[in-house]
């Protein structure tokens, strides 16, 4: 009975352990599938409404990293794992509820990744049902949040079934969970540890990301223009800028120094530029939808990954290369400028301010290269009005944590004059309207 207050007393505990043990004992040896869905829906209702799950497990006498557990969680685990693999699809299902339930509690995931949990739910995801896949991946997501996935580097076994999962969806929220699972690894892997080594692998990633957001770019047109009707419509358009933005920041994270392969992606480095062309082009109407100003800010977010990372390792890039890349960007930054897309950005809240001050960072980073193929970016910034804008929307930014960008974006407002002073091409008349730019402070006494 679930009436209770504050938990189960030590002798409802008891109860529950014992009915727990005698669940598993039946179910351990049992070949029979009604038993077995039965005793499976009766452990998802008994773990989904206890109030102290590691208590009930017996996992309360951990010390540091490896936790100990009595008799009652090794028979559990043993029968979920069971069920994961089962050929039955809602025994499957129903299983990974099992799972997900445990994994969600914070004392109880450790244990279930030191159980080898997560193993078996990867290769469930070999499955292709919805309602199988939709619960795994739901399970996957609870525990790729622990620090304890990484730590053990569960993650070595997460690419490869992700990638196939995300690539097997049929329904934007499947695709969203896999989108997630997959951030989380890339995000939350130690750099020692090299998840990506091979071409292929990263190759096969970058593929599948940007095929991801190139896939639904018609309905983010069509919410940013207003075209289609009704509310599916708008509803087929949220789903598509939610998937593109979760795609987006798995991109950004792919693209970290960490995951680089030993060879060179020169391709996936123009299919990437590419796509935030695009994507420029699609987002540069007025009025976007909320949705699609987050999309915005996630695509600028890897863009500025991207730019910081050419610069980095320009020594190291092949010079074709490189001029091949920075003609992409400057064709990007044009239609950001000329698009004036930071107008749409600006209006994003505090994230907002955050990325303007990225978008000045990725300026400053083209002119530090000064290459020959950026000899019109100066101008065209001078000639818009980025810098005041920037700093205006800041002014008008009243909350208390809102300060601390308004002293980053002056960093880099100050950091991108004495880029643009210094670079060669700069003309008398275009050193004016940086100077007069330069005078243009934003009021940081309101509030």
């Keep these: 009975d679930g009436g209770g207050s504050g938990g189960e007393s030590c002798t409802d505990m008891s109860m529950v352990r014992g009915m727990l043990t ?6 351990q040896p049992s070949s029979s599938l009604d038993l077995l869905m039965n005793g499976f829906v009766l452990l998802k209702h008994i773990l989904s409404t206890c109030a ?7 996992l309360d006498n951990g010390v540091g990293s490896e936790q100990q557990a009595d008799s009652t969680a090794t028979h559990l685990v043993d029968v979920v794992k069971r069920g994961l693999v089962h050929s039955d699809a809602l025994l499957q299902a129903t299983a990974a509820q099992c799972c997900c339930t445990l994994a969600s509690q914070p004392d109880v995931a450790p244990w279930c990744l030191q159980s080898d949990m997560a193993e078996f739910l990867m290769e469930a995801l070999s499955s292709k049902h919805d309602i199988i896949m939709r619960e795994v991946l739901s399970a996957l997501c609870e525990l790729t949040r622990h620090k304890a996935f990484f730590s053990g580097h569960h993650s070595v076994y997460g690419l490869e079934p992700i990638a196939d999962a995300i690539q097997a969806a049929k329904s934007p929220d499947l695709k969203l969970f896999g989108l997630t699972i997959l951030t989380n690894i890339l995000s939350g892997s130690s750099p020692s540890l090299k998840l990506i080594s091979g071409i292929a692998m990263f190759d096969r990633l970058h593929t599948l990301l940007v095929q991801t957001v190139a896939l639904d770019l018609g309905k983010v047109a069509a919410a940013c223009t207003g075209a289609g009707a009704g509310r599916d419509a708008g509803d087929s358009a949220l789903d598509a800028t939610a998937v593109q933005c979760q795609a987006w920041r798995a991109l950004a994270q792919l693209w970290s120094a960490s ?10 480095m123009q299919d990437c530029l590419s796509l935030v062309q695009q994507c420029v082009e699609v987002h540069k109407q007025t009025g976007l939808p909320t949705a699609v100003c987050q999309l915005q800010t996630e695509m600028f977010k890897a863009f500025y990954v991207v730019a910081q990372l ?12 490189f001029s091949l890349y920075m003609e992409q960007i400057m064709i990007i930054a044009d239609g950001v400028i ?13 994230a907002g301010c955050i990325l303007l001050g990225q978008l000045l960072e990725v300026f400053n980073i083209l002119l530090l ?4 193929t950026l000899v019109q970016l100066p101008l065209i910034i001078a000639q818009s009005d980025l810098l005041p804008t920037s700093l205006g929307y800041l002014s008008m930014r009243a909350s208390s944590s809102a300060w601390a960008f308004v002293t980053e974006l002056c960093c880099s407002v100050a950091e991108f004059h004495s880029g643009l002073l210094n670079y060669p091409d700069c003309t008398l008349e275009m050193r004016a309207q940086f100077a007069a730019l330069s005078n243009y402070r934003p009021n940081c006494n309101a509030g």
């Excluded at 102290?52 to 017996?58: N, Q, R, T």
């Excluded at 000329?338 to 505090?350: A, I, K, R, S």
């Design 259 to 268: 995951h680089l392969p030993y060879d060179w992606p020169d391709q996936a």
């Design 22 to 27: 005698q669940i598993t004992g039946v179910l």
């Design 52 to 58: 102290g799950l590691s208590e009930l497990l017996g």
């Design 338 to 350: 000329n698009n004036q897309l930071y107008h749409q950005v600006g209006l994003n809240g505090d």
């Design 369 to 372: 290269s000064q290459h020959v």
């Design 310 to 321: 050419l610069h980095e390792l320009q020594d190291v890039i092949s010079e074709d290369e």
